[in-house]
């Protein structure tokens, strides 16, 4: 679209004379350092959108959080937070949401300094928003379903995804940037959707009445880089788009803006040069959409807009002692309250609004969370290149059977990863224990061997898995590892030799060399406290060369377990493969022989576009979730609160398995499915994402009919 023909408002006098004077009180309620409300604020806040210049000056807006209290307050004047992707440079501005609660906290600085994926801001001003944005957006409500628009010519907005979420998006946050350095990041919101598509490169956004503050419009002349981040209420993707944008009261295009006959007084015409629709780690770990605050325990913004106000017109005496006195009548709270909401309904329906629902504190149904939160009490190191990390939470013991694993959580250069690693400790201990070796190149065992610290916190979710052993059986073990292999067979080891029993534990266990012995010094101790019941050898490949065929037979004729005995095998697939042949020769039953089989934890196979999910319980639907691109199909219906089966979250237990009904799913491997299931039309939902529209039969697989 050409802009040469529309009216441009080209001066800050030009917007001042569109949007007319702020009052004076709405500039008073701003304050220069964060007072005990915003340190409130920030700790029950999940979700922030934030607005930033990278090194190469390219404007980006985006959500970051995803637990309450995400920001670290350091002083009034200082705060941190870790960005998901690039770094913050210059001036940054932020608005904090509270889920169900309309007003926002905004709070403008500068980046002060860096410190690995954590930056520092110095805050420069703060103040509660009103929550006419929220409202008009309807944010806090489900979203209607929206006709797939039609893009007319070329540009970014006919990227994968992007006409249809602008279509369905009532809200976003709109960064902008003056010439003195200062930033602003300020929610919009529209009914049903907040940007126009004009043609493929062209956006228009309605400026409604508001509180005349005018921030954006007025950087805009100024500076005419801009960004924004949008949202789909009940979508975990966002929409970024950044571009050149240019205000307007054209009276014709106002005019199609009009409700109810009544057009905006401007408007904002954006030329996009970049939009993409990203799944975001934030808004799903943040459940905003299926979490709002309870009532009465949200911080009470319209109250602290109150406060700033008051503690800024301290030096004008008198009315500043009319107004403590008035905030601190009991219930004036709830009065103000509906008075707002009342203010709030009579300006949107001067604007055109004809059903306004004003958003209420309401308490939502909280989803139990999976994750344990554990801090590590010690990091023992074991070899050159493994270590244990000792966790413990404070809350009681850590059950789970021996031999089975959990899967850590923590971020990484501000993204969470996830890794599933074996327990080495016992049962029912009030700690936890997991070793891990490191491997080269590893992301997550890269990070815990060169930067976790005793103090620091993980998530952890678990137990998982089916490789374990039954303490309470009577028959001998024979546990045959390699490596970090024996990390599931120590847990065995340790939980069995606690219980008074006569059955023999005979433990075989390949390294290349001494050095990298795991639990070297426990194993010998334990082998000589219990003679006659546990018996390990070991077997040293640079010496000895590799565990052959061979090698096993003399092992296993010297050793003669008993008819009953079971096999537990840990190690890389060639020695397991190994291990699994000359067992089946021996004659040993099939059910006797258990094996853990690692897989890799590399990064997952992703989709360009959101792809629609449809989830069966059998012949029934029970629900549809859109899985943004880097989602996988268990991030989406978790996020979307569908009762999908899981537990390891990374392709090693199999509790994720679902029937395909139809579509297209990549996977990510190595995993745990075998070659029987794959062709049978099982997919792994936390490795996979779908490549096309999908249908999933989330049913148990014995009563799910194949296709």
């Not at 490169?201 to 005349?212: E, Q, S, V």
């Not at 395909?660 to 794959?678: D, Y």
């Amino acid at each position: 679209m050409t802009w040469e023909n529309k009216s441009r408002v080209a001066t800050v006098e030009e917007v001042g004379a569109i949007m007319g004077r702020p009052a004076s009180m709405i500039m008073l309620k701003q304050i220069s350092a964060l007072d005990e409300g915003c340190r409130t604020v920030l700790a029950q806040c999940p979700l922030a959108a934030v607005g930033y210049r990278d090194a190469d000056g390219v404007s980006r807006t985006t959500f970051i959080g995803g637990t309450p209290g995400f920001v670290g307050v350091h002083s009034s004047t200082r705060i941190s937070f870790t960005l998901p992707d690039g770094e913050a440079h210059g001036p940054v501005s932020f608005v904090f949401l509270l889920p169900g609660v309309g007003e926002t906290l905004r709070i403008n600085g500068s980046v002060a300094k860096r410190k690995g994926a954590e930056t520092f801001v110095d805050v420069k001003e703060a103040y509660v928003h009103c929550a006419q944005a929220v409202i008009r957006s309807r944010l806090w409500q489900p979203s209607a379903p929206a006709p797939t628009p039609e893009v007319q010519g070329e540009g970014p907005l006919c990227a994968p995804g992007v006409a249809d979420f602008l279509a369905a998006a009532p809200f976003l946050a709109l960064s902008t940037w003056d010439k003195d350095g200062g930033s602003d990041t300020s929610p919009r919101g529209d009914w049903p959707t907040v940007a126009r598509i004009l043609d493929g490169r062209t956006l228009i956004i309605a400026d409604r009445k508001g509180n005349k503050r005018a921030d954006s419009l007025r950087n805009l002349v100024q500076d005419d880089r801009l960004s924004f981040a949008a949202l789909v209420p009940g979508r975990t993707g966002v929409l970024h788009v950044r571009g050149r944008g240019m205000i307007t009261d054209d009276p014709e295009l106002l005019k199609t803006l009009a409700l109810r006959g009544m057009p905006p007084h401007a408007a904002l015409l954006i030329d996009v040069e970049h939009a993409e629709v990203t799944a975001s780690e934030a808004l799903t770990r943040s459940r905003v959409w299926t979490t709002h605050v309870e009532r009465g325990t949200a911080p009470d913004l319209l109250a602290i807009a109150g406060d700033h106000l008051a503690a800024n017109m301290a030096q004008t005496g008198v009315l500043a002692r009319v107004l403590k006195i008035v905030t601190g009548i009991p219930g004036i709270g709830r009065m103000l309250r509906l008075v707002m909401n009342r203010a709030y309904r009579s300006g949107l329906r001067k604007e055109g609004y004809e059903a306004v629902e004003v958003v209420a504190q309401t308490a939502s149904p909280v989803m139990a969370d999976p994750l344990r939160e554990v801090r590590i009490a010690e990091i023992r190191r074991e070899t050159p290149s493994a270590v244990t990390l000792v966790l413990e939470d404070g809350t009681g013991s850590f059950d789970f059977r021996p031999g089975q694993f959990f899967t850590l959580i923590t971020d990484i250069d501000g993204r969470p990863t996830r890794r599933a690693y074996s327990a080495s400790s016992a049962p029912g201990e009030n700690h936890l224990e997991v070793t891990v070796k490191h491997v080269e190149g590893g992301r997550f065992s890269s990070h815990i061997h060169h930067t976790l610290r005793a103090g620091d916190r993980l998530s952890l979710r678990g137990p998982s898995g089916s490789f374990h052993t039954d303490l309470a059986a009577e028959h001998d073990r024979v546990l045959i590892a390699a490596g970090s292999g024996i990390t599931p067979m120590m847990s065995m080891i340790r939980a069995l030799l606690a219980i008074p029993a006569t059955n023999r534990i005979a433990l075989l266990y390949s390294n290349r060399t001494e050095q990298e012995i795991i639990f070297a010094d426990e194993l010998l101790r334990l082998e000589k406290e219990n003679p006659g019941r546990l018996t390990v050898t070991h077997v040293l490949t640079r010496q000895q060369g590799r565990l052959d065929t061979a090698a096993l037979h003399n092992w296993l004729t010297d050793l003669r377990p008993a008819q009953d005995a079971h096999y537990y095998l840990c190690g890389p697939e060639p020695l397991m493969d190994t291990v699994h042949n000359v067992l089946t020769e021996r004659g040993v039953a099939a059910d006797h022989v258990h094996d853990e089989r690692y897989t890799s934890g590399a990064d997952i196979t992703t989709t360009t576009a959101p792809q629609q999910m449809i989830i069966q319980d059998g012949q029934h639907d029970i629900g549809s979730v859109i899985v943004e691109p880097g989602q996988t199909l268990l991030d989406a219906g978790l996020a979307a609160g569908m009762p999908m089966p899981y537990s390891c979250t990374v392709g090693n237990c199999g509790d994720c398995m679902v029937l395909l009904r139809t579509g297209e799913v990549a996977m990510n491997g190595p995993n745990c499915l075998t070659s029987r299931q794959k062709a049978d039309g099982y997919v792994l939902t936390c490795v996979g994402c779908p490549l096309s529209k999908v249908t999933l039969d989330i049913a148990e697989p014995s009563t799910a009919e194949n296709p």
